[in-house]
């Protein structure tokens, strides 16, 4: 878990790219991902060359308590949290960099049926620490802890924290949506599916999604139509 007394935040120098970072982290595990999805993390974006990503959720679900709390948090980290429930709906990814600025930053944007679409963005840093952080909005955090299981990439939470003027403040599990599992399959060279899966210690799970996608060029104005009309 997150340390129990507040950390100190100090600025890291050029930590590595997001690829870099999970090698970094893993050790000598990395060789056990599939060649698919190392070739895939390989592929660190630059500033002003993002990389793209199509594709669809055939499952969003959110519990009673899940709908509450997306509610809840939504003015302070809309679209991290999804209060609906959905199916077969499909979903933009951008990871994109930022000049001077080691972080790297994903885009997402779902186009629920019935609904405006919804965008969310964080993003995700090596700390002072080594460890792997990542941001989801008004200075809301969590440590994740990376592994490899038969060539998939595994993403654990370990606590999370709230950052401000520079400090990190751990936050009680009790009071945060739950732990966070993300796993990232390969299906094809091109193509991965993942599922995401929040499961708090007193409610179960209370978000989950799943999902195929596939890296393309930058989308058109004509393919970001056909995106949204599927």
Known sequence: MVDSSVARVTPSPAPPSEGELFKKILGGAWMGLHPDIRRRFDKNPSPGKALHYLGALSE??????????????QPMIQGALIPYSDSHFPVEIQVYARPDDPAIYKQRIYRLHGRRPIQFTSFMRESERGEVLEYVGMGLGMKLVLSVE??????QSDGYFWEVFGWRIPLPGLFTPGKTFLWHHNETPERFNIRIEIRHCLMGTTFTQVGVFEEVPEPTAQAHEQAVSA
């Open 150 to 155: 038969n060539g998939s990439l595994h993403f």
């Open 60 to 73: 969003l679900r959110c519990s009673r308590f899940g709908k509450l709390l997306g509610h809840l948090t």
